[in-house]
Protein backbone atom coordinates (compact mmCIF):
# COMPACT_ATOMS: atom_id res chain seq x y z
CA UNK A 1 0.00 0.00 0.00
CA UNK A 2 0.97 3.23 -1.31
CA UNK A 3 0.14 5.41 1.82
CA UNK A 4 1.61 2.93 4.18
CA UNK A 5 4.91 3.37 2.21
CA UNK A 6 4.91 7.02 2.25
CA UNK A 7 3.96 6.96 6.25
CA UNK A 8 6.69 4.98 6.89
CA UNK A 9 9.09 6.98 5.29
CA UNK A 10 8.00 10.19 6.84
CA UNK A 11 8.43 8.62 10.29
CA UNK A 12 11.67 7.77 9.43
CA UNK A 13 12.83 11.09 8.22
CA UNK A 14 11.23 12.72 11.47
CA UNK A 15 13.04 10.07 13.58
CA UNK A 16 16.66 11.40 11.82
CA UNK A 17 15.25 15.35 11.94
CA UNK A 18 14.22 15.05 15.75
CA UNK A 19 17.51 13.92 16.71
CA UNK A 20 18.57 17.27 15.99
CA UNK A 21 17.15 18.59 18.68
CA UNK A 22 16.98 15.67 21.60
CA UNK A 23 17.75 12.05 21.36
CA UNK A 24 14.69 11.18 23.78
CA UNK A 25 12.93 9.65 20.96
CA UNK A 26 15.36 8.04 18.98
CA UNK A 27 15.24 4.39 19.87
CA UNK A 28 11.50 4.39 20.53
CA UNK A 29 11.03 5.79 17.27
CA UNK A 30 13.70 3.22 15.53
CA UNK A 31 11.91 0.22 17.32
CA UNK A 32 8.64 1.23 16.46
CA UNK A 33 9.58 1.89 12.88
CA UNK A 34 10.67 -1.55 12.47
CA UNK A 35 7.91 -3.00 13.91
CA UNK A 36 5.37 -1.26 11.20
CA UNK A 37 8.08 -2.60 8.59
CA UNK A 38 8.11 -5.76 9.75
CA UNK A 39 3.62 -5.64 8.93
CA UNK A 40 4.34 -3.45 5.40
CA UNK A 41 6.92 -6.23 4.65
CA UNK A 42 4.25 -9.11 5.22
CA UNK A 43 1.84 -6.80 3.40
CA UNK A 44 -0.72 -6.46 6.82
CA UNK A 45 -2.05 -2.73 6.82
CA UNK A 46 -3.77 -3.43 10.06
CA UNK A 47 -2.14 -0.75 12.08
CA UNK A 48 -2.19 2.10 9.49
CA UNK A 49 -4.38 4.66 11.81
CA UNK A 50 -1.77 3.90 14.33
CA UNK A 51 1.16 4.61 11.89
CA UNK A 52 -0.66 7.91 11.12
CA UNK A 53 -1.73 8.86 14.32
CA UNK A 54 2.47 8.07 15.38
CA UNK A 55 3.42 10.32 11.92
CA UNK A 56 0.83 12.73 13.40
CA UNK A 57 2.25 13.34 16.69
CA UNK A 58 5.77 13.18 16.02
CA UNK A 59 4.95 15.86 13.65
CA UNK A 60 3.79 17.77 15.83
CA UNK A 61 6.86 17.33 18.54
CA UNK A 62 9.17 18.66 15.54
CA UNK A 63 7.14 21.94 14.85
CA UNK A 64 7.13 22.45 18.92
CA UNK A 65 11.16 21.67 19.15
CA UNK A 66 11.60 24.04 16.00
CA UNK A 67 9.99 26.80 17.29
CA UNK A 68 11.01 26.29 21.36
CA UNK A 69 12.76 30.05 21.92
CA UNK A 70 14.08 30.08 25.41
CA UNK A 71 14.00 33.26 27.04
CA UNK A 72 15.84 32.74 30.32
CA UNK A 73 18.77 30.54 29.94
Known amino acids: MKEYR ?5 Y ?12 SFYDGMYYDIQGYHVMYDENDYGEIDSLRNQVKSFRAILTGMKTMQ ?3 C
Open 6 to 10: KLLNE
Open 12 to 23: YDLKNALLDYTD
Open 70 to 72: YQF
